[in-house]
T-cell receptor, first 112, second 110 residues
Framework: EAQVTQNPRYLITVTGKKLTVTCSQN?????MSWYRQDPGLGLRQIYY???????DKGDVPEGYKVSRKEKRNFPLILESPSPNQTSLYFC???????????FGQGTRLTVV | RKEVEQDPGPFNVPEGATVAFNCTYS??????FFWYRQDCRKEPKLLMS???SGNEDGRFTAQLNRASQYISLLIRDSKLSDSATYLC???????????FGIGTKLQVIP
């Protein structure tokens, strides 16, 4: 089954404690991206990757890091989480930027 | 001006009604346009792509107006199951970024 898998689905952490949200896709897609969704602000792109070892900033990259060492995986790293990073996060993949995006089920992160 | 703008609603319509949403975009070089549907607290899923010539899929019709820089989604004969948030998505031409609108919430009532 074609899918994008994010883990964990729910996470509560404390300010400053490094965390990683994993994202994996099994569709051999080249384009992957991370979004955060906040009430009243919609989905905003954090980082995207056009292929292995190629990543670039989206609209809200501050406080986040990503890596793309393998085509299927695109982890999101928060080196020092802060309460303003409390949000619903989605990973997505697609064959290209102009094609259908498939989303993971989301990770609800709370930073206290 | 925001890059992609949508009326957040909510639009409350009776079953069987026809409802239309618009989405305006600011970058005239934008090339790809989509409508996604998102159910509460779930991941967005593609509803339909929007082509220059317009396209239809059952009760759903999407259109693109490049001169006025907006896309539209028309839903005919609304069903209770159409209740969701509809997200407008634009790929800005020349860039690899994707911009989502804030979404329009539709509630179909019996």
């Amino acid at each position: 089954e074609a899918q994008v898998t994010q883990n964990p689905r729910y996470l509560i952490t404390v300010t400053g404690k490094k965390l990683t949200v994993t994202c994996s896709q099994n569709m051999n897609h080249e384009y992957m991206s991370w979004y955060r969704q906040d009430p009243g602000l919609g989905l905003r792109q954090i980082y995207y990757s056009m292929n292995v070892e190629v990543t670039d900033k989206g609209d809200v990259p501050e406080g986040y890091k990503v890596s793309r060492k393998e085509k299927r995986n695109f982890p999101l790293i928060l080196e020092s989480p802060s309460p303003n990073q409390t949000s619903l996060y989605f990973c997505a993949s697609s064959a290209g930027v102009s094609t259908e995006a498939f989303f993971g089920q989301g990770t609800r992160l709370t930073v206290v | 001006r925001k890059e992609v703008e949508q009326d957040p609603g909510p639009f409350n319509v009776p079953e069987g009604a026809t409802v239309a949403f618009n989405c305006t975009y600011s970058n005239s070089a934008s090339q790809s346009f989509f409508w996604y549907r998102q159910d509460c607290r779930k991941e967005p899923k593609l509803l339909m792509s929007v082509y220059s010539s317009g396209n239809e899929d059952g009760r759903f019709t999407a259109q693109l107006n490049r001169a006025s820089q907006y896309i539209s989604l028309l839903i005919r004969d609304s069903k209770l199951s159409d209740s969701a948030t509809y997200l407008c998505v634009v790929n800005r031409g020349g860039y690899q970024k994707v911009t989502f609108g804030i979404g329009t919430k539709l509630q179909v009532i019996p």
